[in-house]
């Protein structure tokens, strides 16, 4: 590999400025200086206080340049016992700088601000320092803290490349829709007991990542589906919200995916879709992607999962599509960008494109390939009033497009087994609508499907109650058997120790279209 320079911090340090002094008069250099781009009061104040990084080239640097080599937050660190010694910075801040030794892996190479006590740091090699920046900041303000990375980045690991069906031919998602980060902790406004009975405020964003790392103790998926909204609105650190939903993702080595709700990009200080993707796609275990420049929106992207190794075979597509977000409207209140036809033919287009190359495929021979897709906001035929819920609750009326694009249409065409969405939290129905006849390869066959799933509302930071009734957190699981083409699906509810209305959904590669259940209790 060819040896490519990288950035070294030589020193850093933070500024305040007042209401009267911008920001952008700072003197510092900008050729050497780099400002993190966080208020870290967090636009609550006056005032503004900003982290800058001095980089130097690590081809650059001199016999003699001093680099940093250490970071501290708090009280003065012990003597390092190397000759140098630590120097004090604002916001309580200690660099521990030493000649450059040509050793990168000695210096540290990035300094990056994250938001809140809860803040953790996913990416591999970071550290994040346990005591926050002292800044004279409101109470109510969460709390900044530095993360510090040494040498260079290792490459993430290839999560891709281990998306394979177990031995015994099953796949296992979890689907995480509606977590509602917010930057802090968060207040959970509807919590309920084992018992239903109504729980006090409490702090939410904790409450998400144990019931998050709960249900992935129990299930121990071989993916998981973030399907949008994992960021609340308008809060001021995209960043350090987005990593704690992640966090019990990457620690168990799981291999995640995401699309993006109206909530996600909402906000004067969130980050774009295009940023978070960037973001969520160099993180460890991450398949996301923003999908074709041509294709509207951001993270129109499909996955493949493969027989077991050294198998080729492809015995199960995933898609996913960005639903867009809230817009204007003088039909509906509130109303959504529709699925666009960009996304439509591209969708087509790639299933189209992927079961002509199976069918090619002499080396395969299994009879069953079995397809899925996801997206945020409930497509208008999850309001439509010939749908027959099999499975699970319809507990507060559909919020989607008013209008229809049709792309339930191409589902039905290609042949899907279920589409997966969030956004209405506590609505958590499996439901068919009646078979539309296809017309792929001139089939006049009427197709039962794909079925409609709603995830649930998995996060404590948003609402979870309806009508004044309060109801329970939760998550889908998909299970697949590619060795039977079925699927079926359940879900994990807080409190309950089982799996909570166990569906099957397709068996030997077909819908199941059987009559209408009686709802469960949760």
């Known amino acids: 590999m060819a040896f ?37 009061y967090l636009y609550t104040c006056q005032q503004s206080a900003w982290l800058y990084v001095a980089l130097a080239n690590e081809e650059e640097l001199a016999d003699g340049d001093l680099v940093v080599v250490d970071i501290k937050v708090g009280d003065p660190p012990p003597s390092s016992g190397s000759g140098h010694s630590w120097e004090s910075r604002p916001g309580g801040i200690w660099v521990l700088r030493s000649k450059f030794s040509g050793m990168i892996d000695e210096a540290v190479t990035e300094v990056d601000v994250l938001l809140g006590i809860d803040a953790v740091d996913p990416r591999p090699q970071w550290t994040l320092m346990p005591s926050s920046l002292q800044l004279n900041g409101q109470p109510e303000v969460p709390v900044a803290r530095l993360s510090v990375l040494h040498g260079r980045a290792k490459p993430r690991p290839d999560a891709r490349a281990a998306l394979r069906v177990r031995e015994d031919g099953k796949f296992k998602i979890v689907q995480i829709s509606d977590t509602h980060m917010v930057t802090g ?7 309920i007991d ?32 973030l399907t949008g909204d994992q960021l609340h609105h308008d809060i001021p650190d995209s960043k350090s919200a987005l990593f704690k939903v992640v966090a019990p993702i990457i620690e168990r080595s799981t291999p995640f995916a995401a699309v993006f709700g109206n909530h996600d990009s909402e906000g004067s200080h969130a980050l774009s879709r295009t940023a978070q993707m960037t973001m969520l796609q160099n993180l460890p275990f991450s398949l996301c992607e923003p999908g ?18 050294p198998s080729p075979r492809l015995l199960s597509t995933l898609y996913f599509l960005d639903s867009h977000g809230q817009i204007p409207s003088n039909i509906r209140n509130p109303d959504y960008d529709p699925i666009k036809q960009s996304q439509i033919d591209w969708f087509a287009e790639t299933s189209q494109a992927y079961r002509s190359t199976r069918e090619k495929d002499d080396n395969n021979d299994n009879r069953f390939h079995l397809s899925l897709a996801f997206l945020h906001i409930p497509l208008p035929e999850f309001g439509d009033s010939r749908l027959s819920i099999r499975n699970g609750h319809r507990r507060e009326p559909t919020e989607g497009p008013s209008i229809n694009s049709h792309f339930y249409d191409a589902l ?43 995830g649930g509302g998995t996060g404590f930071g948003g609402y979870c109650s309806y009508g004044g009734v309060r109801f329970h957190r939760r998550a889908r699981v998909w299970e697949l058997d590619t060795s039977t083409g079925s699927l079926k699906t359940w879900k994990r509810i807080e409190y309950a120790m089982d799996r909570v209305d166990e569906l099957v959904l397709v068996e030997s590669g ?6 209408e259940d009686d709802e469960d209790m949760d």
């Open 4 to 40: 490519v320079p990288h950035p070294v911090v030589t020193d850093l340090t933070v500024c305040v400025f007042s209401p009267t002094v911008s920001p952008s008069t700072c003197k510092l250099d900008p050729r050497i200086w780099h400002r993190v781009e966080k208020d870290l």
């Open 185 to 191: 902790v968060g207040v959970c406004k509807d919590a």
């Open 194 to 225: 084992a018992h239903g009975n109504y729980l006090p405020e409490s702090e939410a964003d904790p409450l998400t990542v144990d019931f998050i790392a709960s249900v992935l103790d129990v299930e121990k998926p071989d993916l998981v589906i």
């Open 292 to 309: 074709p420049e041509h294709v509207d929106g951001i993270g129109n992207f499909c996955i493949q999962v493969l027989a077991p190794a």
């Open 412 to 454: 039905v065409k290609e042949g899907i087994s279920a589409l997966g969405c969030g956004h209405d939290h506590v609505n958590d129905f499996c439901a068919l609508l009646p078979p539309q006849q296809t017309q792929r390869d001139g089939d006049k066959t009427p197709y039962p499907g794909p079925w409609l799933c709603h």
């Open 510 to 515: 077909a819908v199941v279209n059987v009559g």
